[in-house]
């Protein structure tokens, strides 16, 4: 059987994954491919570090050249995270005449253009399923199996640490610290998880999710985002009551008025699908003018999910399949349709407002003024009695009726200059779509 040589560049997690689907599944491998992907040479920046990884003897090195300067390999998947050195080496790689698969879409995000460009340069291809959502093949779908339709919403959840911090605060009745603290011990969230939980990964996925299903080029620091870290026990409890689950959203949807675009934690209808999705799991949930919806759900990270997809693009790339895509779909490219990012101020959608005020005549009026002055209606009121009397602040969730993001931060932020309101105030979207 015809044999494509391919290398690994970095050997972490997902590097130990990828080298174990293809050392000890080369049949499966061969099998989709028509030919077999051997692992000719695995790069890594320390030798001696111990790894996940049984590799044959003299495969592993630190020296970039042994596959820059190895004409024979054609296909590499470079899994290092972060910027750099993860730029410079995909640029080498791809000079060097290399097809690249990559899982960072940090990188891709940041610098989508600038590599996608000099990829087309080169005649050389980027794969990049692993980049988005792990194991489910939603950048293949929204590319390729849903390229008769035009796109017209996407709605996700892209983070598992996230998704099972909130669900396990749910389940439990534990704080978000401890639920943090219980992610991190079961290898669900970094040492560090402040990406995960501040919604920069979610972000970061949804600007690249964005530019496939709509060819919109929108850098991922402009797409407004909120993270999950003010979320209490009380309130996934009251949202709870009022018929809804908590999940931090990734949505991208057209608009007469142009791509509304935005990340965050969101009150979905429980018994919507999105609603359901528990622990470290991905969904992602899609609109076509001529399919309707589809729901993709799996494991969004991992080592074998992620590196299920990686050898999945190498396999692609191997035989072909990569460089047809690559060159039809233009992506990053000056070529693609304009699509404009609507002013997330006048973005609409329901909100969940929480504050603690101390318990004094007058209080709801003046709060309900200032959403009054803002042109925003009142849907319904909870106020719970003092828990103690050492503690004079009360909760009380408010929930409205559909308003302009603007005039909801503008209304927040003059709220929280009352006095008898405690800092820490949280505004939350609303999703109300009916059952699917």
């Known amino acids: 059987?015809?044999?494509?040589?391919?290398?690994?560049?970095?050997?972490?997690?997902?590097?130990?994954?990828?080298?174990?689907?293809?050392?000890?599944?080369?049949?499966?491998?061969?099998?989709?491919?028509?030919?077999?992907?051997?692992?000719?040479?695995?790069?890594?920046?320390?030798?001696?570090?111990?790894?996940?990884?049984d590799l044959p003897v003299g495969l592993i090195s630190d020296d970039l050249k042994k596959i820059t300067e190895d004409s024979g390999i054609k296909v590499v998947a470079q899994l290092i995270g972060g910027l750099e050195p993860a730029r410079t080496i995909m640029l080498q790689l791809l000079e060097a005449g290399k097809d690249v698969v990559t899982a960072n879409k940090a990188l891709l995000a940041e610098h989508g253009p600038e590599l996608f460009d000099r990829a087309r340069e080169l005649g050389r291809t980027i794969a990049f399923?692993?980049?988005?959502?792990?194991?489910?093949?939603?950048?293949?779908?929204?590319?390729?199996?849903?390229?008769?339709?035009q796109i017209q919403s996407v709605r996700a959840i892209l983070n598992?640490?996230?998704?099972?911090?909130?669900?396990?605060?749910?389940?439990?009745?534990?704080?978000?610290?401890?639920?943090?603290?219980?992610?991190?011990?079961?290898?669900?969230?970094?040492?560090?998880?402040?990406?995960?939980?501040?919604?920069?990964?979610?972000?970061?996925?949804?600007?690249?999710?964005?530019?496939?299903?709509?060819?919109a080029r929108i850098h991922w620091s402009d797409i407004p985002r909120q993270g999950i870290e003010l979320i209490s026990q009380g309130d996934i409890l009251i949202a709870s009551q009022l018929g809804y689950r908590i999940r931090l959203l990734a949505i991208a949807q057209m608009s007469d008025n142009g791509l509304e675009v935005h990340v965050s934690p969101t009150l979905v209808r429980i018994g919507q699908p999105l609603a359901e999705v528990r622990g470290p799991y991905n969904a992602v949930s899609v609109v076509g003018d001529a399919v309707g919806r589809v729901f993709f759900h799996g494991q969004g990270a991992g080592k074998m999910p992620t590196a299920s997809a990686v050898v999945a693009d190498m396999i692609d790339t191997a035989v072909g399949r990569t460089e047809l895509t690559f060159r039809n779909l233009e992506l990053w490219s000056d070529q693609e349709a304009a699509v404009k990012m609507?002013?997330?101020?006048?973005?609409?959608?329901?909100?969940?407002?929480?504050?603690?005020?101390?318990?004094?005549?007058?209080?709801?009026?003046?709060?309900?003024?200032?959403?009054?002055?803002?042109?925003i209606s009142i849907s319904s009121v909870i106020q719970h009695e003092p828990q103690s009397q050492e503690d004079p602040f009360v909760p009380l969730v408010i929930m409205t009726y559909e308003a302009t993001a603007e005039a909801a931060q503008n209304s927040m932020q003059e709220i929280e200059t009352l006095e008898p309101v405690q800092s820490?105030?949280?505004?939350?979207?609303?999703?109300d779509t009916p059952k699917e």
């Open 129 to 149: 399923e692993a980049s988005v959502a792990g194991g489910i093949p939603i950048v293949a779908n929204i590319g390729q199996c849903l390229s008769a339709n």
């Open 342 to 375: 609507r002013d997330p101020k006048e973005v609409r959608s329901r909100y969940f407002t929480r504050f603690k005020i101390k318990d004094q005549p007058g209080m709801l009026s003046k709060i309900a003024g200032i959403f009054g002055k803002n042109g």
């Open 424 to 431: 820490g105030s949280l505004c939350l979207r609303v999703l």
């Open 1 to 53: 059987m015809e044999k494509t040589k391919v290398a690994v560049v970095g050997m972490g997690t997902v590097g130990s994954g990828v080298a174990r689907l293809l050392l000890d599944h080369g049949d499966r491998t061969a099998r989709h491919a028509g030919r077999t992907l051997w692992l000719e040479q695995v790069v890594v920046r320390n030798i001696g570090k111990e790894r996940d990884a």
């Open 160 to 215: 598992g640490t996230s998704n099972y911090i909130l669900s396990k605060m749910e389940e439990t009745g534990l704080s978000f610290d401890k639920c943090v603290v219980d992610a991190q011990e079961k290898g669900y969230a970094e040492a560090d998880p402040t990406m995960d939980i501040d919604g920069t990964d979610a972000t970061q996925k949804l600007a690249i999710l964005a530019h496939l299903a709509f060819g």
